[in-house]
């Protein structure tokens, strides 16, 4: 395969760059690009092909695979590892967390499971804006998709969770959620889920008479004991690491392009092209990695869900820091590890109504758009925030001030590039 010469790589690159108020840890997948061009929380920014250099070689459309690819092919067989879950990758764990995925009876009426907000047909998104939990609540933002969880160093929008066993902890306690206690989640294991558990994670301790419902705010949870409250809660975060486990079987790999990107196929003039734009119209800045997404957070200036103004990342990372389940906690199996990935957060600036860059992987089998799901097809949502950049109605901080300087260019090119993201079919044997 042609490759492009250094020369090319760094007209490529410049610009692309830029520090960033919220750096990652080693484990992330792309750079640590700040509020830079292109930086989206569903969609990509692309540019016009402004002259840059090609992407690839030849005479051929699509037979080269640029430089700034190459690092951002995924293969199911080789993900990054889950520091802070020693169970992450355990079959056992999977097959237990997939059973938990799809049970309703883990939410406070029996109606609501991870599933119902995650669909397998929806490339596990929500086709509704907002989704609707028990007793017909409803929330404030789109529920993302969970195919690039194991690639995502912050998850929900806001990333008030560090790790992807501790993100459904907060679903499942969400009141317009699943609004299930944590005591609920230990005695339904016990009663339902206990052999498979304990060949997991070994011997549950004898927890005595455990409060119907209780969880911190509520009154029954002070009455219990020290031991009965570790010991819920240790069950309640095995929980969250068995679905982590379920979740990293469903990662969007292989694609075309990863298989283009290891230089197995090629590209269609259009997918090319768009390829190209990718890259000189600096979408590659925050869209990085393999998730195509630098994991960071931005202000788009797109309107909240709900008409209620959204502090976004600000509010998360306060969340996230206090949280008795994050990477430093009692309850992560990497405390030094999570500590780390703390320390980037504790630095984080200018916050305020930013959101995360979203993952592309699959981003064109999704049926909706945006951290408030406001659009249904993806060159709305790209000439929307793109093509007009402004804060909406709602919108709290400061616009991403490197949007002015975004031109979309070809936006059937670009599309037709994300298209090569689309997710193999999950296997049958791993449908929730």
Known sequence: MMRLQAAAVAVLLVGCGGAGTNALDGTTTGDDAGTSAGATDAGTAGGATDGGTAIGGGTDAGTGVGAPFEPMALSAAALPASPTNFAADLPAAAALGQRLFADARMSSDGTVSCQSCHSAAQGFSDARQVSVGVLGHTGTRHAPSVVTVALTPFLFWDGRADSAWSQPLKAIEGAAEMDFSRTEVATLVLSAYRADYEAIFGPIPDLGTLP??????????????????????????????????????????????????????????????????????????CHSGQAFSDGAFHDLGLSPATGASDAGRSAGSQLLLGDAFNGAGAYSDDI???????????????????????????????????HAGQFTQLDDFLRDAYNRPRLHAGTVGTLDPKLAGVNLGNIANLIAFLRTLDCPPVAADLLP
């Open 336 to 370: 030094v590890f999570g500590q780390t990935r703390l320390d980037t957060v504790s630095a984080e600036t200018g916050t305020v109504g930013a959101f995360r860059t979203g993952a592309l992987r699959g981003v064109g089998q999704r049926p909706r758009f945006g």
């Open 212 to 285: 119907a419902r209780a969880m911190p705010g509520l009154p029954a949870w002070n009455a219990m004991t020290a031991e009965q409250q570790d010991g819920v809660q240790r069950i309640f975060s095995d929980v969250g690491k068995s679905l982590e486990a379920y979740e990293r079987k469903l990662t969007c790999a292989d694609t075309r392009f990863d298989r283009w990107a290891r230089g197995e196929i090629t590209l269609t003039a259009a997918e090319s092209a768009g390829a190209q734009q990718f890259v000189n119209g600096r979408c590659i800045a």
